[in-house]
């Protein structure tokens, strides 16, 4: 019998003890031990739940017990989880977590602290929620060089751009209804400015590249900017518009950021909808691989966080190797990166000929749903250029990346 803890009883954390004890035999087979939770950590007391006769509120009850060989962290932020999870690797314990902050922000070290104790830091839930990325990214996607990720990787503004697109309904309005529905937070703000699919984004590239890629170094755009009519363009062009967390290598250059995008429909990420996620990753051997479930959510994630939890039982004494080093990944300057703009100026014909001339050759897109207002699309430009060029123009209503 091997003895866990888990370090939070909130969502995830409640998700988890539903997960091994609903899944007790499946679970225990695939470990070839048996899992038992020892404690529960949080601050609150939980009256009617069973999780009583085995809460605690002190952290030290956890730490100082030889019995408890698995931490589960799934409380959320940084702090106290670093100090927690670091205390615990230090102290010949595995952990499992789901915390993309604390492993965006302390991966390298934890990973480091993790080898040197023969034990083992696992992330799985960090970066795709329950779908399972990072794990083939450590140790199945071996034998390629990765030359890209991107994906659709929170499911918050993909519910809100999906209900956006199929309604016609403002920004406002849906995330209203998400709020209302538990899709976003009553602060949603980590979600919609991108901050979530930053830390995500920045965890999958660290894996990829062996590297760490301070997620503060990323580009990084939200969708608080998309409107009703921005959709009604992208339709008439058999395209919708995703929040994409992107790293790709040009020419030897890797460049990372997180932004809008608009896709047509030829694109594998055009029919991720709702509240699901999807990640494509490209090898120079295997060519494109593409990874889709719920990215978020109390089971799924609980799903992703108890497979580390096996995985940590099945390799007791043993690290699995994790290329992730504290050295900097070699980034290029976002602004030297290329794109294509779709951009929407107020005005009739008569902005034409001034908007070829500052932008150059451009693609007009017509809609007769939209009034008093142009829309083209230009030629492949830096985004250094793009934004002299803009800023020529008083004009511009809203401007979304295509990716087409």
Not at 74 to 83: D, F, L
Not at 112 to 130: M, Q, T
Request: proline share 3%; hydrophobic share 40%.
């Amino acid at each position: 019998m091997v003895n866990i803890a888990v370090l939070g009883y909130g969502t995830v954390g409640s998700g988890v003890v539903e997960v091994i004890n609903t899944n007790h035999e499946i679970v225990n087979k695939r470990a070839g031990q048996e899992i038992h939770i020892k404690y529960v950590l949080d601050l609150r007391d939980f009256p009617g739940d069973p999780v009583t006769e085995i809460l605690t509120h002190d952290f030290n009850d956890i730490l100082t017990d030889d019995d408890v060989k698995v931490v589960v962290e799934v409380m959320g932020g940084v702090e106290p989880a670093y100090t927690f999870v670091k205390k615990c690797l230090l102290a010949g314990k595995s952990v499992a977590t789901s915390n993309k902050e604390l492993v965006a922000a302390h991966g390298p070290e934890l990973l480091s602290i993790a080898k040197e104790n023969a034990v083992n830091f696992l992330f799985e839930a960090s970066a795709g929620g329950g779908i399972p990325i990072v794990r083939p990214l450590n140790s199945s996607i071996t034998a390629d060089d990765i030359t890209g990720i991107t994906g659709i990787l929170n499911g918050t503004t993909n519910y809100i751009l999906t209900k956006m697109s199929n309604e016609g309904a403002d920004y406002d309005t849906v995330l209203k209804q998400a709020q209302e529905l538990g899709y976003a937070e009553r602060n949603p703000e980590a979600d919609v400015e991108g901050g979530d699919a930053c830390r995500k984004i920045a965890i999958l590239t660290s894996i990829a590249f062996g590297k760490h890629l301070d997620y503060a170094r990323i580009h990084t755009e939200g969708i608080t900017k998309i409107t009703a009519e921005d959709f009604k363009y992208a339709k008439s062009m058999n395209a919708t518009i995703k929040l994409l967390g992107t790293t790709k290598n040009v020419g030897g250059t890797l460049y990372s950021f997180v932004a809008p995008m608009m896709l047509p429909n030829t694109n594998p990420l055009y029919g991720i909808d709702d509240v699901f996620n999807g990640i494509l990753v490209h090898g120079n051997v295997v060519d494109d691989i593409m990874f889709y479930g719920r990215g978020a959510g109390k089971l799924p994630t609980a799903s992703a966080v108890v497979s580390d939890v096996v995985d940590a039982v099945k390799h007791m004494g043993t690290n699995i190797m994790t290329i992730w080093d504290d050295e900097a990944l070699e980034m290029g300057d976002f602004a030297d990166l290329t794109n294509r703009f779709f951009v929407r100026v107020s005005g009739g014909s008569e902005m034409k000929e001034k908007i070829e001339e500052i932008f150059g050759k451009v693609q007009f897109i017509t809609t007769h749903e939209v009034a008093g207002e142009l829309a083209f699309i230009t030629e492949n430009m830096t985004e250094a250029a793009f934004d002299t060029k803009k800023k020529e123009f008083e004009y511009v209503i809203n401007v979304i990346r295509v990716a087409f």
